[in-house]
């Protein structure tokens, strides 16, 4: 069945990489949310104020391009990024078994991601505000 206007289908295939292009990744299927996150270990992984995540089935990820090199900022996540340009890449824990979870602004069609609620808002900073939710 094709995708009906303005909404995905499971077949959705997206696309994205590092700002370099020695990572490139493929995920498959509708995410299973998209949420901004305000917490402190984002926020001093990507420099930026906020974080935007969109979270696949890890099993329905592939690499295309190169390896998303993993930090582990603390115990039980790890944080991925481009070893070459350093682009913040992805996020993943042990809460969270299965899951992968993208950084919006890493896919070729950011646009078409648009985050639904937020996490860790209590830790926003006062000066952000992103409209709703937030
Ligand atoms: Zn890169
Ligand atoms: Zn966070």
Do not use: N
Request: include cysteine; charge should be negative.
């Amino acid at each position: 069945m094709p995708p009906r206007t303005g909404e995905r289908s499971v077949t959705d295939i997206w696309e994205g990489g590092c700002l370099c292009g020695a990572v490139r990744f493929r995920a498959q299927g509708s995410p299973k949310w998209t949420l901004w996150c305000h917490c402190h270990s984002c926020r001093k992984h990507s420099g930026a104020p906020a974080s935007a995540f969109a979270a696949f089935d890890e099993a329905l990820v592939e690499m295309t391009q190169g390896q998303i090199t993993k930090f582990a900022s603390s115990p039980g996540v790890l944080r991925g990024f481009c070893a070459t340009c350093g682009s913040t890449l992805t996020c993943q824990g042990d809460r969270t078994p299965g899951e992968l979870h993208f950084h919006i602004g890493a896919f070729d069609h950011p646009e078409d991601l648009p985050p639904t609620a937020a996490f860790y808002a209590e830790e926003r900073l006062p000066w952000v505000h992103l409209g709703q939710p937030d």
